[in-house]
């Protein structure tokens, strides 16, 4: 939990009606200004927070597709690591935060633009117009 | 129920803290439904495509030591080794949870074998109507129903799995609670929903005083053919007759990218080994008692049932609370009924409008 975030009261959460839902931050294709040590705290936080793949230069120039699943802030960029998978390669990566240049988010967001409101709609579209079965399917995954 | 409470009053009294009950063992996020109500299967591709091998299923469960594993996902019975992680978890004499939506159990059901261990969790969102508009596929009620059926008729234990969210109807619940008893499952599950922040909708997601209600009108004048394969407990807390702190440790999740930090539910990081995350979790952070706004609306069964159950095990006025929950209490509550009545009145012209 970030430390700036307004925590609730007894009272509050007890007499909750409705939680508020999340307001999804647009990401897909940002590319962070990185100024300085804060700048990629911040960016990287969101990579992890980002349900989509995101492509990091390395200061080596290389570059590297990935979906980071973890970041591990430590007290200096060296000791700081994220840790991600990549299309290619079964196994869990890690990287210091040190050797990280750029950051873009150009995988698509996977959490973005499925609406329950849409679902009812196109639903009783499809049922006016007499189809059977009617069902929203998982994305392909090739 | 033995093994739970003898295991309870072990850890107890060997003076431990924090120790988990079930762990939820999730071997793949990849799904054969689209659920409006599910944050956990939005991944890209290649993440959809990795799944834990049956190796690393066995060492997360003796890690973690818990006398439960449950197994959702995504879908299990997409996972290409499902049977053999079952058998391996059985054979350990784990009692198994295979959470599922059942579109594949009647397919499947023959590569199992029945067992006390064995339980096939049949997701299963209220009647027929509701449970297809929730899961968002017409027809997959009744691929359900004949999955229930089927595994049923074969000799395994069968328990549905229902999550709640704002605009549930209470009286085509308890309808539905009729209709699953029929069937022949063992019992009923439930719980509301967690607003997941990476769910589609996120506009029907109750807070605790409306899934109080919800649970108070469809819990209460219960009948006695209705059977809940949960502790009694947590049921009364859901309707609002207790109060608990969250054991977030109570229920822990691994799954690909390691032990989830710091639930079932909530995603802030993962941790090499069970250990690790007992060790450096800040568990001050998280429960209603923290003031966390993520943890603002949750009653969920994975952080509030261990509460329920520790105490069950764990103290003779609990004790005596599960036994007196267990044994006839129909829970008699005129405001409830009349609850009930206010909410059929609301939703019999409503209907196609506030199903969710």
């Given amino acids: 939990m970030t430390a700036e975030a307004a925590r609730f009261t007894r009272e509050q959460i007890e007499t909750l009606e409705l939680a508020p839902g999340t307001k999804h931050e647009k990401l897909e294709g940002w590319v962070p200004e990185i100024a300085g040590e804060n700048d990629l705290r911040d960016a990287l936080e969101k990579a992890f927070d980002y349900r989509g793949d995101v492509t990091l230069t390395l200061k080596s120039g290389e570059r590297v597709e990935a979906y980071v699943f973890n970041r591990l802030p430590g007290a200096t960029l060296a000791a700081s690591f994220v840790e991600y998978f990549t299309p290619s390669a079964p196994e869990k990566r890690r990287l210091s935060y040190a050797d990280i240049a750029r950051l873009e988010f150009t995988g698509k967001d996977r959490a973005a633009g499925k609406q329950w409101e849409d679902w009812i709609r196109k639903y009783k579209e499809r049922k006016a117009a007499g189809e059977k079965g009617i069902a929203l399917t998982p994305e392909a995954l090739d | ?356």
């Fill in chain 2, 1 to 356: 129920m033995w093994t739970v409470a003898t295991y309870v009053l072990k850890k107890k009294l060997g003076g431990n803290q924090r120790y988990p009950l079930v762990l939820m063992l999730e071997p793949l996020f990849r799904c054969n439904l689209a659920c409006a109500g599910c944050g956990k299967i939005q991944y890209p591709p290649h993440i959809l495509k990795k799944a834990l091998t049956p190796e690393q299923c066995f060492a997360a469960v003796e890690e973690c030591g818990a006398p439960m594993v449950s197994l959702p996902g995504g879908e299990p019975l997409l996972h290409p080794q499902i049977v053999e992680i079952v058998n391996g978890l059985v054979a350990r004499k784990k009692y198994v949870y295979l959470c599922t939506n059942a579109l594949l159990l009647t397919k499947r059901l023959g590569e199992f074998t029945p067992s006390k261990y064995l339980t096939f969790s049949v997701h299963l969102d209220g009647q027929r109507e509701h449970h297809d508009m929730s899961v968002c596929k017409e027809g997959g009620y009744d691929i359900a129903i004949e999955g229930i059926k089927a595994a049923v008729q074969a000799g395994f234990r069968v328990t549905t799995n229902a999550t709640f969210f704002d605009g549930t109807d209470p009286t085509s619940v308890r309808g539905f609670f009729d209709e699953v008893m029929d069937m022949g499952v063992e019992g009923i599950v439930l719980s509301p929903g967690y607003s997941y922040d990476k769910a589609p909708d996120q506009n029907h997601f109750m807070g605790r005083a409306r899934s109080r209600r919800l649970f108070r009108a469809i819990l209460s004048n219960r009948k006695k053919s209705w059977k809940f394969n949960m502790s009694p407990l947590f049921l009364e807390f859901l309707m609002g007759k207790r109060n608990y702190e969250c054991t977030p440790w109570g229920s822990p999740c691994y799954n690909i990218f390691g032990w989830q930090r710091p639930c079932y539910l909530l995603q802030e990081g993962y941790a090499e080994t069970f250990q690790e995350l007992l060790d450096t979790t800040k568990w001050e952070d998280y429960g209603v008692a923290s003031g966390n706004p993520k943890c603002a609306n949750c009653m969920v069964s994975c952080g509030y049932e261990p509460s329920a159950v520790m105490e069950g095990f764990g103290s003779v006025k609990g004790f005596l609370g599960m036994v007196r929950g267990t044994f006839n209490k129909t829970y008699p509550d005129q405001q409830a009924q009349a609850m009930l009545d206010e909410a059929a009145h609301k939703h019999a012209p409503e209907l196609e409008e506030t199903s969710v």
